[in-house]
């Protein structure tokens, strides 16, 4: 039986820092693409086919407007998961 795609965002809450998490059951990344999802102007799209997804935009402003930090995980076949921590001032 196939599964159904599927998001699921979880949140939690320390003193210190709120964590966002947001991941899905979809194909998974290579680790050649992972490593270079926060890069400026990245994208797996096809020149002329999108800007990609704008994660390089994401980081700044989490990193450089929060404090904070983005970070992503992924396995092939099993889905990525993006986890984003903001501190509590």
Do not use: W, Y
């Amino acid at each position: 039986d196939e599964i159904a795609n599927q998001i699921k965002i979880t949140t939690s809450a320390t003193t210190q820092e709120v964590t966002i998490r947001i991941a899905d059951n979809g194909t998974g990344m290579p680790e050649e693409v992972r490593e270079r999802i926060f890069e400026q102007g990245f994208t797996t799209k096809a020149v002329g086919k999108g800007t990609g997804l704008g994660m390089a935009i994401s980081k700044s402003i989490i990193a450089q407007k929060h404090s904070g930090k983005i970070t992503c995980t992924s396995q092939l076949g099993k889905g990525t998961e993006l986890e984003i921590c903001l501190p509590i001032n």
